[in-house]
Nanobody, 123 residues
Framework: QVQLVESGGGLVQAGGSLRVSCVAS????????MGWFRQTPGKEREFVGA????????YYGDSVLGRFTISRDNAKRTVHLQMNNLKPEDTAVYYC????????????????WGQGTQVTVSS
């Protein structure tokens, strides 16, 4: 069983930057691809990005490509999402997820989910 806890959300002005992080406990961290998703009320959960088990490959949703960067530190059991040039439409609850592969995460399929952290971008 893997537990995921996100942190780092908050309020930021448009054009600003924010980094959210996720710490994992339980299980073997390097056995999982890690991903970030986001959701706003009334909308479907959206894939943001994923990173392979050892960080060799990253994938991003079209809406964040070029602005967001995902990274991981297996020794610290942590995955980060660096968000730059934030826009009001990036406002959402951001969820960390662990899955068997980046491909499954990109299909919105994860084995474990965090509780989410709110990111609000003001215009």
């Amino acid at each position: 069983q893997v537990q995921l806890v996100e942190s780092g959300g908050g309020l930021v002005q448009a054009g600003g930057s924010l980094r959210v992080s996720c710490v994992a406990s339980g299980g073997t961290f390097s056995e999982y691809a890690m991903g970030w998703f986001r959701q706003t009320p009334g909308k479907e959960r959206e894939f943001v990005g994923a990173i392979s088990r050892f960080g060799g490959a990253t994938y991003y949703g079209d809406s964040v490509l070029g602005r967001f960067t995902i990274s991981r530190d297996n020794a610290k059991r942590t995955v980060h999402l660096q968000m730059n040039n934030l826009k009001p439409e990036d406002t959402a609850v951001y969820y960390c997820a662990a899955g068997g592969s980046s491909a499954t995460l990109r299909s919105n399929d994860a084995a474990y989910w965090g509780q989410g952290t709110q990111v609000t971008v003001s215009s």
